[in-house]
Nanobody
Framework: QVQLVESGGGSVQAGGSLRLTCAASGTSYKTNCMGWVRQIPGKEREEIASIYTGGRSTYYADSVKGRFTISQDNAKKIYYLQMNSLKPEDTGMYYC??????????????????????WGQGTQVTVSS
């Protein structure tokens, strides 16, 4: 059974940084696409970053490009989202999610919610101005 557990959320002032962590268990070689998805109040969930676990390719939404970095420790099955230069509009719930059987296509485009098979419980990020 796949489990994803996020941590690292919290409150920070604008311009600050946070690092989110996702610990995965029960995944297989087929679960080779990890993403971070956020839900801003009043909006639908949107993927903001993805990484192909079989390689090193990544993909970012325009809204976070240059500020956020997704990375992985494959041996430990831990995935990170380093968030720098945070803005109040980054406030929301952040989810770690996994998609199966995407291979390198994982980072050809942003995935949509229905592409993901597994979800964590989410961690709240609040950025104050």
């Amino acid at each position: 059974q796949v489990q994803l557990v996020e941590s690292g959320g919290g409150s920070v002032q604008a311009g600050g940084s946070l690092r989110l962590t996702c610990a995965a268990s029960g995944t297989s070689y087929k679960t080779n696409c990890m993403g971070w998805v956020r839900q801003i109040p009043g909006k639908e969930r949107e993927e903001i970053a993805s990484i192909y676990t079989g390689g090193r390719s990544t993909y970012y939404a325009d809204s976070v490009k240059g500020r956020f970095t997704i990375s992985q420790d494959n041996a430990k099955k831990i995935y990170y989202l380093q968030m720098n230069s945070l803005k109040p509009e980054d406030t929301g719930m952040y989810y770690c999610a996994a998609a199966a059987d995407f291979d390198a296509r994982c980072t050809w485009r942003l995935l949509v919610v229905r592409d993901f098979n597994y979800w964590g419980q989410g961690t709240q990020v609040t950025v104050s101005s």
